[in-house]
């Protein structure tokens, strides 16, 4: 492996108590307004008790699909999803307009509207506290839309489309799959997380008041959820892979993000193999292939896991030599969504003044789940024991099948 270690990819070396420490520290100076994560309240307070009687609408807005549904609460078991409707994020694929963009989501949630109804609205990019869009990731394709209320500009279109008197309520998708957790089991944990590694990764927890110190004005003797943004977090070891895919690709923004989530580590992998290729450790045909072709993450990892071996057409002993670089960028990725987790974990029992006992992960997103060439989401979870387990905690990590729109409806069963 000297070709990884002599590039900044060495494991063994990885420290990965420090990283965590780098981790929560950046949180809390977030909290203050400071570095490079945003530590975003929101508005919502967590929810003292679950609706038992009736149903909402409820709207996610992804990184790749477009959902609604409508949300009914039942008194004696979790809340159930009707009429789920999908549709294809705008500018995923393709540059669109604001009128287009939000046509679109008209499109996929008006079935699941009526007039004079609470919305929850959960829109997985982060927004200040004007709802004003602070910026894109996951690749999407739509710049007019950046600093502009996302909140407006969806009623607008609704209004446009016939819908009268919509009240919203807008949250982070990481958010949503927080309070998700709080309805799917009622019985006390010594905290709780919202956590998605997919198209992008982020986590959520709530706060106290108190501690968010650059929002003096929110009313104490509270918890509010936090949009950690953790995609942005930068205290951390780079390799020569992760510079170049920045320079040739980034924009400063979602580093984290990049080494991590999914829609990202098909190309960073393949910066990899284009770095062995210009070392001449590659044979010329398998160097040409990763020079004109970037590969995607579920092209490597159903390759990983013996299922297209014929992505790689070479000898055994070279496809072995390229399985074993991959899997050391997969398992770094276990190793910090191990790491975003406990950090979001300790700040959430923190706030609480849990001291010991286990916390709640709501866990979303088909990276973490379906990523199957290494066991990936448990080694997340024993990365995590092991991180926790001096402070007391370990951690359950369930999987709420449409968790952020059951956290949307419970955000509008609030207004």
């Known amino acids: 492996m000297k070709f990884l270690q002599s590039n900044g990819l060495d494991l063994a070396t990885l420290d990965v108590k420090l990283l965590l420490k780098n981790f929560r520290d950046t949180m809390v100076a977030g909290l203050a307004g400071q570095g490079p994560l945003p530590m975003l309240p929101s508005p919502l307070h967590i929810p003292k008790e679950i609706p038992t009687t ?63 109804e609470a919305l929850g609205y959960c829109f997985s990019y982060a927004f200040d506290n004007t709802h004003r869009l602070l910026h894109w990731t ?91 943004e953790s995609g942005n977090f930068t205290a951390f070891t780079r390799t020569r892979f992760d510079d170049n895919y920045e320079a040739a690709t980034g924009n400063g923004k979602a580093q984290w993000e990049r080494c991590i989530s999914g829609v990202h580590l098909g190309p960073l992998c393949t910066e990899m193999l284009r770095c062995a290729a210009k070392e001449g450790l590659l044979s010329e045909k ?78 979303d997103g088909s990276t973490f789940w379906k990523t199957d060439c290494i066991p990936f989401s448990h080694r997340i979870r024993e990365i995590t024991c092991e991180l926790l387990a001096p402070y007391g905690f370990d951690v359950e990590i369930i999987q709420i099948e449409d968790a952020p729109l059951i956290g949307a409806a419970l955000a509008a069963t609030q207004l």
């Not at 989501?105 to 004079?116: A, G, H, M």
């Open 138 to 228: 996951k690749g999407i394709q739509a710049p007019e839309i950046v600093g502009t209320d996302v909140v407006q500009g969806l009623t607008t279109a609704l209004i446009q489309r016939g819908c009268k008197n919509i009240q919203i309520a807008i949250l982070n998708d990481t958010v949503a799959t927080l309070l998700a957790a709080y309805a799917a089991k009622q019985q006390p944990y010594a905290g709780y997380v919202g956590f998605i590694l997919g198209t992008g990764v982020n986590a959520a927890y709530a706060e106290r008041t108190e501690a968010i110190l650059k929002a003096p004005t929110l009313p104490p003797g509270h918890r509010v959820p936090i949009n950690c």
């Open 54 to 116: 009736g149903d909402c609408p409820a709207f996610d807005v992804g990184g790749t699909n477009t959902r609604s549904a409508r949300i009914q609460f039942h008194p004696d078991k979790a809340p159930t999803v009707q009429n789920l409707l999908r549709g294809k994020m705008p500018g995923a694929t393709t540059p669109v307009t604001p009128l287009e963009f939000y046509q679109q989501l008209c499109d996929v949630l008006l079935p699941n509207i009526r007039d004079n």
């Open 286 to 363: 398998i160097a040409s292939y990763v020079r004109t072709t970037t590969l995607t993450f579920v092209e490597l990892n159903h390759f990983l896991s013996g299922r297209a071996p014929e992505l790689f057409n070479t000898t055994i002993d070279e496809q072995h030599t390229i399985r074993q670089w991959l899997l050391a960028m997969i398992e770094r990725a276990a190793t910090f969504a191990a790491v975003n987790i406990a950090a979001a974990a300790l700040a959430s029992a923190q706030a609480q003044k849990s001291t010991h006992g286990t916390i709640l992960v709501n866990a």
